[in-house]
């Protein structure tokens, strides 16, 4: 069983692209060579910004061979048809095989041996394929050659390695042949070397200044910053994004830390963070104590003679030049936020939201007349929610957002606080984006909750009254999110919200003229829908109860229908649950039979004098305290209490309807007991209607 | 083939002169800049037009460029409207592009051996030349000091062979290599001269002028004519038939037409600076001046210069 070794070495692969293309490349070779007919036992993959590595243990050393029999013509079959068997399977008349069928003839047969094949030709068709085929997200030409890499590729290492030794698969791609060897560090091992197998290389890698696995570089790098970090009594803020771009950057990683320059220590931290992120690939360090960012850690790919003093120079200087930047647009932000932001009030009137929508400042406009009237829903002060949906997007004009756009929100409560506006505002600022996602932090704050829902709600009916509604897989204006976000503010904060009503506010501040389709149906409320069984069913609520619940009144009331739906969850989970389901179904459908027959509804009341066994009047009795409870209960929105109650007529529709035959001759009788199975279709519909629930 | 600078430069003209006697023993031609306002080096028709067809080519030289919008009168410590570019174009992109890039490094004075040179993907896409290709920036201790680029695609033409090409922002580079955080202050010659020269006496002054020019002085309703103009002389020289009555050659005028397209391109970045072009407008701007740049392209495909092989599809 041959262990096989494969390394595509290039010039430096996009940290980005790494993590995939492992993946990919070792889903293309070994499901080729299994289609081929070879086994393997386990299989690893690496990158390095140079080199994508693939080994497989216990490759099979061959195919195995396949037999296929083929039926000819019958033996007293006319010459043509002998001959032409004879050409396709290319034997001759002797080498097939005479069998003797069941009606006393004889048939021809052929039996074709295909022999097993040599793994390393098996091995060099796929390699060569997959090279050819392989899925980057980008790839280029290079030279005068045709063949397609993400970066020019150099050197193909491919060995098979058994007992004997390693041996070079044969392989040729657009002129790179397959070898033994590979190099090392670009600056500090560039030589190339041979090897003999997957430990050797990496072994030899290591010694040529290559760490090949990229999560043995991430633990160094982490180790080796913490380290630097603490020793001066400081820690290293996590950033897991970061580490794994890092280390796709280096084959040698050194970290290196430095200081960050007084005149910048001021700067918020996010601005500090994000600029040495996003431009210099830094780790952030905070000082413990007092939470702020006070260095940097840079991962070098070298180890220099000064032990990377010139780099950290160099590096530092770098940086200033930055944070020089950085600290030219705090200041100037500064300055136009303490004169009330009016200057990017105006630059908004500016700057296009959508063609049809206007500008941003007329969605300013909209959402701080929403918040408005959203605002004593949830508790904020109207003319505060107004203010803070105001300026909450001026930060977007600001040269620190403009430069980095992720600080959006984030810089708008800084330049709030710094205008001297009331925290209230300066967190709606920060906050009003909002949850963007399933897991994302929910506002509390009164206003800024407001403001969140301004925000979204006005985007959703915006983009309803031009009719550009999600479609399948395309949403390119996040729209579902937004409804997601909605959804997650109302349960979250337990709000009361009628969605149809505040969906036609926000409606009926854009122009007649510019809706296409139905301005007002209710597939809005349906998307709502729809976004909130998605986010239950994550939540382990399943479609079907919300669709019961959906069916009461009050369906714009999203915390109304989850309490609804929750209970019913909850209910169904007992041991009473399923079975009261099932009486209840069994009820209803000799109702619902008679009701079609009948073209009635029986909802006259049924009449205890008519009741025959002590099944029936028991069934009256407990209806009776039930209803009484069930009605104030669900009138309290306590559904957990409504279907307690209900649970316990469980027994008595069961007796029931065990005891008892409900369409009997006696027509009265008949009239009087469907209305009693009426009645326990009222009573267990007081919180969702059963009818909806499968099971 | 590594060179190694015995002493490190002290003037941003001795990086200038190493690069050029670098690149010239790599036997590169070494031209001199393109004579026309150019955004950047790309655009001398050394690389634009050469980098088309089978030819092989290999060509360096120092390009100043302009980019109005960058004018900060002189005060900026590294933001200049007019700055020079060192541009290296090699045709086919030879298998060692990279070790020679990185001995140009060594030869102005940056061994790796001290310094952590990374490269980091950085696409390079020009929508005005239609043109696109894969590279990396290069980082010197975290510096970008250069684009690498290989060229897929210029004017709309696949590029067949591909053209390998190195981009310097010489200022940047120069100001790291010399150790200057002020532009101005960066000695242009050696600073030992009986005349020592730094860029700010060169540059401070037309700077501030061109700053001034560019954001205010320029009269846009010329400039908005003299971009219809060389829209419509670009596609007048085209239109010409082939054959030359005058000499009996075949002549098609790709360069001179090319001339259009950068005066074209040249005249939008000025529009820019005086922001008198929209968001929208600007789109569409750029959508002409490519078209430019496409056709220029394809009569370059049809002259001598710019054809393919025989035998090559």
Known sequence: MPDLLIELFSEEIPARMQARAREDL?????NGLVEAGLTYASAGVFSTPRRLTLTLDGLSSESRPVKEERKGPRADAPAAALEGFLRSTGLTLDQLERREDKKGGVTLFAVLEKPGRQAAAIIAEVLETTIRTFPWPKSMRWGSGNLRWVRPLHSILCILVDEAGATTVPLTVDGIQAANTTAGHRFLSPARFAVTSFDDYVVKLKRA???LDSAEREAAIWQGASNLAFAAGLELVEDRALLTEVAGLVEWPVPLMGRIGADFLHLPPEVLQTSMKEHQKFFSVRNPKTGRIEGFVTVANTETADHGATILKGNQKVLSARLSDARFFWENDLRVAKAGMGEWLDGLKAVTFHNKLGSQADRIARIASL?????????????VAH??????????????????PELQGLMGMYYAKAAGLPDAVAHAARDHYSPLGPTDTVPTDPVSIAVALADKIDTLAGFWAIDEKPTGSKDPFALRRAALGVIRLILSNTLRLDLRALRQIADSAFPAALKSGAGNDDSLLSFFHDRLKVFLKDQGIRHDLIDACLAMPGHDDLTLLVKRAEALAAFLKTEDGPNL????????????QAEAKDGVEYSYGADIKFAESPAERDLFAKLDMAEATIAPAVSREDFNEAMWAMAALRAPIDAFLDATQINTDNAILRRNRLNLLH??????????DLTKVEG | MTVTAPTPPRSFQEIILRLQSYWAAQGCAVLQPYDMEVGAGTFHPATTLRSLGTKPWAAAYVQPSRRPTDGRYGENPNRLQHYYQYQVIIKPSPPNLQELYLGSLRAIGLDPALHDIRFVEDDWESPTLGAW?????????????????YFQQVGGHDCRPVSGELTYGLERLAMYVLGIDHVMTMPFNDPQSPIALTYGDIFRQTEEEYSRHNFDGADTAQLLRHFEDAEAECQRLLDFAPDDPKSGKRIIMAHPAYDQTIKA????NLLDARGVISVTERQAYIGRVRALAKKCADAFRLTEAGKDAEGVA
């Not at chain 1, 389901?581 to 619902?592: E, Q, T, V, W």
């Not at chain 2, 290709?133 to 680029?149: H, R």
Request: aromatic share 8%; proline share 1%.
């Open chain 2, 265 to 268: 391109s040249h005249l939008f």
């Open chain 1, 371 to 383: 918040a408005r009237h959203i605002a004593p829903l949830v508790g904020a002060d109207a003319d």
């Open chain 1, 679 to 688: 009645r326990i279709r009222a009573i267990c519909s007081g919180v969702a």
């Open chain 1, 209 to 211: 200044h290559v760490v």
């Open chain 1, 387 to 404: 203010q803070a949906a105001t300026v909450a997007k001026a930060d977007l004009r600001s040269a620190m957002v403009g430069e980095f």
């Open chain 1, 581 to 592: 389901l099932a009486g209840f179904k069994r009820a209803n459908a000799i109702l619902s």
């Open chain 1, 26 to 30: 070792k889903a293309l070779v070994t």
């Open chain 2, 133 to 149: 290709g894969l590279g990396w920036e290069i980082w010197c201790d975290g510096m970008e000091v250069s684009q690498f680029t």
